[in-house]
């Protein structure tokens, strides 16, 4: 068990933000009781907040904040406000995770930069290893070939398929659950994040950023939502699988984050969904016995 403590930097935002990273830290401190890790949240204003507060949007002392973490977490889907604070950050790669109902999950990485496609590699072929074996590679060049083929041989036993772009669409639609870690270039990968996510009703996304150094950022695939805000009927799933996708990739807390990523799941099918946010926040915790995975077996059965 683990006995680790974290920093994470939390920007709530406006709109939804504050009602839905609410939850995530009520299933943060759920989960790190359960797996044995602390979690100290920093909870710092950044977007409209600070403006209201301090007259820009990113103040010196959330900056520091940010630099000082061990993750980022955001209430919303990536933009031109946060685009200026990942320029802090030395991220290399983007993640989406797309949870299905039940117990099946895929992970789509690609490389923010051409000097970015080694590490991004290594980081796939790591996470597959660690995941359900197999690895997919869509519309990697001959250019990136040779690197791919090298890490292949050093994750001997990994199940690697290689796909064209237009060979990988259908199945990432119909049948996602035969892909486990998929590998593409960066002009594909929002492409492939939306065919794979296109069934919104049986499908929860979250994003990444990741670093090679800390931190590495995250959040969900919603916006702000200001329509939605102060009602209390905002759907949590996308900010709680982003929350998992945090412990895993940003904290290495892996069992954990199979624990609240499992729950999201067992929590999303259409007939269990809860009309108000603390309502299915509350249905994804009460699933948290039920998913727990412990440190050795976190690793969920492949659906199909």
Not at 58 to 79: C, T
Not at 219 to 244: E, F, I, K, Q, R
Not at 276 to 281: E, F, I, L, P
Request: hydrophobic letters at 45%.
């Amino acid at each position: 068990m683990s006995q680790n403590a974290y920093t994470v930097v939390c920007l709530a935002r406006h709109g939804i933000g504050p009602e839905v990273m609410g939850e995530a830290s009520r299933a943060l401190t759920a989960v790190s009781l359960q797996h044995g890790f602390h979690v100290d949240e920093r909870h710092v204003p950044f977007g409209a907040d600070a403006v209201t507060r301090f007259g820009r949007s990113f103040p010196l002392s959330s900056r520091s904040a940010l630099l000082g973490a061990d993750a980022v977490l955001v209430a919303a889907k990536s933009d031109a406000v946060l685009t200026s604070l990942e320029a802090d950050l030395d991220l290399r790669t983007s993640i989406v995770r797309v949870r299905f109902d039940g117990r099946a999950e895929l992970s789509i990485l690609a490389p923010l930069g051409a000097d970015g496609w080694e590490w991004t590699l290594e980081r796939a072929f790591t996470l597959a290893r660690e995941s359900r074996g197999r690895i997919t590679l869509v519309g990697v060049d001959e250019s990136w070939a040779n690197e791919a083929a090298r890490f292949e041989q050093q994750h001997d036993g990994l199940e690697v398929e290689r796909m064209t772009p237009q060979e990988a669409m259908r199945p990432l639609i119909f049948t996602p659950e035969r892909f486990d870690v998929v590998v593409c270039p960066p002009e594909l990968s929002r492409t492939a994040a939306e065919v794979a996510a296109s069934l919104a009703d049986s499908r929860t996304v979250a994003w990444g950023r990741l670093a090679p150094t800390a931190p590495s950022i995250f959040g969900p695939a919603h916006g702000v939502a200001d329509t939605l805000a102060g009602h209390g009927v905002a759907d949590p799933s996308s900010m709680l699988l982003a929350a998992a996708l945090m412990l895993a990739e940003g904290l290495g807390e892996r069992s954990g984050a199979a624990t609240l990523s499992g729950a999201v799941g067992l929590a999303g099918g259409d007939d269990a969904r809860r009309p108000s946010t603390r309502g299915h926040a509350d249905l994804v915790l009460s699933q948290l016995p039920v998913a727990a995975a412990n440190a050795e077996f976190y690793r969920e059965e492949a659906c199909g």
